[in-house]
């Protein structure tokens, strides 16, 4: 009986996999090729199932989203919506914020975000970290300089 109640999180976890990260679309010809790129994104996948869990559970605007996400995520997420997220952001907060970086517009009849849409959105979530990273390399090059 615990295995069958746990067919759901695999079965959303393999949804997330193909409808979400497009695993199905790669078009790598070897496997040594493909197998590094799914195992990426089979650990992205779960960090984003995590997410839509914590998300849905009834504490999700009490708790704080870097119980689920690293606190630079949040930090970057914040910036990026300075006028929305201010203080301690809640795990509701910072998913619906990255469904909406996807394209969902947090309409109170649009529903909860789905899988492409929070793929969409954590995407382009790691593009502002990667120049958050950047910048904050070249900061500190040019700082140790003067």
Same mark, same amino acid.
């Given at each position: 009986?615990? =295995?069958?109640? $746990?067919? =759901?999180?695999?079965?959303?976890?393999?949804? #997330?996999?193909?409808?979400? $990260?497009?695993?199905?679309?790669?078009?790598?010809?070897?496997?040594? @090729?493909?197998?590094?790129?799914?195992?990426?994104?089979?650990?992205?996948?779960?960090?984003?199932?995590?997410?839509?869990?914590?998300? @849905?559970?009834? !504490?999700?605007?009490?708790?704080?989203?870097?119980?689920?996400?690293?606190?630079?995520?949040?930090?970057?997420?914040?910036? @990026?919506?300075?006028?929305?997220?201010?203080?301690?952001?809640?795990? !509701?907060?910072?998913? @619906?914020?990255?469904?909406?970086?996807?394209?969902?517009? !947090?309409?109170? #009849?649009? #529903?909860?975000?789905? =899988?492409?849409?929070? =793929? %969409?959105?954590?995407?382009?979530?790691?593009?502002?970290?990667?120049?958050? %990273?950047?910048?904050?390399?070249?900061?500190? %090059?040019? $700082?140790?300089?003067?």
């Amino acid at each position: 009986m615990a =295995w069958y109640q $746990c067919r =759901w999180v695999i079965e959303e976890y393999h949804k #997330g996999l193909k409808t979400g $990260c497009g695993i199905e679309t790669l078009q790598f010809e070897q496997i040594g @090729r493909l197998e590094p790129a799914v195992g990426v994104l089979s650990a992205l996948t779960i960090t984003l199932l995590q997410l839509r869990d914590a998300a @849905r559970a009834p !504490n999700a605007d009490v708790r704080p989203a870097t119980d689920v996400v690293s606190a630079e995520y949040v930090e970057v997420l914040t910036q @990026r919506y300075p006028q929305r997220l201010r203080g301690r952001v809640s795990i !509701n907060a910072f998913y @619906r914020h990255v469904a909406h970086l996807g394209g969902h517009q !947090n309409r109170k #009849g649009d #529903g909860f975000p789905g =899988w492409i849409t929070l =793929w %969409r959105g954590w995407m382009h979530l790691e593009a502002l970290v990667l120049g958050y %990273r950047l910048a904050q390399r070249k900061q500190r %090059r040019t $700082c140790g300089k003067s």
